[in-house]
């Protein structure tokens, strides 16, 4: 199974292939595994394709994205490994960088000069084989040219600082009346950044995102 197989098939369920790279000792890759190959979302291209497939179930984004991602793994001859594995845990977001024009933002998520804020890295499928990989986009970080920043000013309650975030602060702020907004229409500070603009998700698909974070701290 070739890269692009791959990514047909993940198109086909809304996931995408968002690069790879060909591990050494330092990228704390499994033993076996000689290509690494990122899987995520971007946009609102997952959502229908989840939406119709949900079950009701705990964690419901994890099982439904693990049903899919298993069975394109395995039919690449491949396995899928998971964000949640661990611990110990794979450094998925120093994977995303080897993979992808993608940075740390201001306030801490990777960006991506096409999808802003917006996207997500759900899995990674690992590969017997060294095979061929697209080359690595080289575009720099566009939090480079931004000169306001927006997302270290915009939300209500100061959670981003650019040392840090405060967690605790923020998910306070969610269980108010105040906010509403951000439970409802996704984080202020990430509908801010003016990257691909604050409605690159579909309709609902912030909100789920939001109450599974409020959920998790309950």
């Known amino acids: 199974m070739t890269y692009d197989g791959i990514a047909t098939d993940l198109a086909a369920v809304g996931l995408?292939?968002?690069?790879?790279?060909?591990p050494g000792p330092a990228d704390a890759a499994p033993t076996t595994c000689r290509s690494v190959i990122l899987i995520g979302n971007v946009g609102p291209d997952f959502w229908p394709h989840f939406e119709a497939g949900r079950r009701d179930e705990p964690n419901?984004?994890?099982?439904?994205t693990k049903r899919q991602v298993d069975r394109i793994a395995a039919k690449a001859g491949g396995w899928a490994v998971y964000p949640s594995?661990?611990?110990p845990y794979f450094p998925f977001q120093r994977w995303a960088m080897k993979a992808e024009p993608v940075h740390p933002s201001p306030i801490g998520m990777l960006i991506h000069p096409d999808f802003g804020l917006w996207h997500a890295y759900r899995a990674a499928i690992c590969l017997h084989d060294a095979v061929p990989l697209p080359a690595r986009d080289e575009r720099p970080s566009p939090c480079?040219?931004?000169a306001d920043k927006p997302c270290l000013t915009t939300c209500p309650v100061g959670a981003f600082t650019g040392q840090g975030y405060?967690?605790?602060a923020c998910a306070a702020h969610l269980l108010t009346e105040d906010g509403r907004d951000c439970v409802e229409q996704g984080c202020r500070a990430r509908r801010a950044c003016p990257v691909a603009g604050p409605d690159l998700y579909a309709a609902g698909q912030a909100a789920f995102h939001m109450r599974a974070f409020v959920a998790a701290r309950d």
């Open 60 to 64: 419901a984004l994890d099982s439904w």
């Open 85 to 87: 594995d661990g611990p």
């Open 144 to 146: 480079t040219a931004c």
């Open 166 to 168: 405060d967690v605790p």
């Open 16 to 22: 995408a292939a968002r690069g790879g790279f060909h």
